[in-house]
């Protein structure tokens, strides 16, 4: 069953560094999606991409992060300067549609900002 | 966004129907009914949704109230494996690629 993948599993930076997440969604989707989940909360949404440009994107999301399509496959989340509050787990989606289908969910990223 | 409400936590035995409930009551009338679920450690998967009609799939059932104010997942027999957090969620079928809105959810315990 294709899947989305998502690398490092888990990445330790420290406050400040810039980070890059890694994901690989799946290869006949045209939506992707960043959540993150801060331990024991919501799942919150970051961002959508659709057509190699943001279609939405959250409060959260501010000049701080930013995606990426760079090559037709990968799909990358920058965080630029990193926060104590950014750790987090953070989770790449894709979708073939919108509102209609389902997404599919990677395993996440731990982010832990020391 | 229309909201959802759901119970904190069910509790069920293994191998026994659970059926775990959803309120919507401002649902709009192109709102998809959507539940994912969220096992111990891993990223959200998806379960089923819906429009209007009742739903199967391989995993899982959904009854849409008449209404619409509603709905029920239920699994046919609940398994250690579907403990989890279920989360009922709305997604409105017109805009841009409209993202997921992940409540509190339900977190379902499965009784060997």
């Known amino acids: 069953e294709p899947e989305v993948t998502q690398t490092p599993s888990h990445q330790v930076t420290q406050m400040g560094q810039e980070v890059i997440l890694r994901c690989v969604p799946i290869s006949n989707h045209l939506y992707f999606y960043w959540y993150r989940q801060i331990l024991g909360q919501k799942v919150e949404f970051l961002v959508s991409?659709?057509?190699?440009?943001?279609?939405?994107k959250s409060e959260i999301f501010d000049d701080q992060f930013s995606v990426e399509r760079p090559d037709g496959s990968n799909f990358t989340l920058k965080i630029r300067s990193t926060k104590l509050e950014d750790s987090a787990m953070y989770f790449c989606a894709s979708s073939v549609g919108r509102h209609n289908t389902e997404a599919f969910f990677g395993q996440g990223t731990r982010l832990t900002v020391v | 966004d229309a909201k959802t409400t759901q119970p904190n936590s069910m509790e069920s035995n293994e191998e026994e129907p659970v059926h775990l409930p959803c309120n919507h009551s401002t649902i709009s009338g192109t709102d998809y009914i959507h539940w994912y679920r969220q096992l111990p450690s891993q990223g959200p998967e998806y379960v089923i949704h819906g429009l209007t009609s009742n739903v199967n799939n391989r995993m899982a059932s959904l009854a849409i109230a008449e209404d619409r104010k509603s709905s029920t997942l239920i699994l046919h027999r609940a398994t250690l494996r579907d403990a989890a957090v279920y989360y009922c969620?709305?997604?409105?079928?017109?805009?841009?690629?409209?993202?997921?809105?992940f409540g509190s959810g339900t977190q379902l315990t499965v009784l060997p």
């Open positions: 969620i709305l997604r409105f079928s017109s805009g841009s690629a409209r993202q997921l809105t």
């Open positions: 991409f659709y057509n190699n440009e943001i279609s939405e």
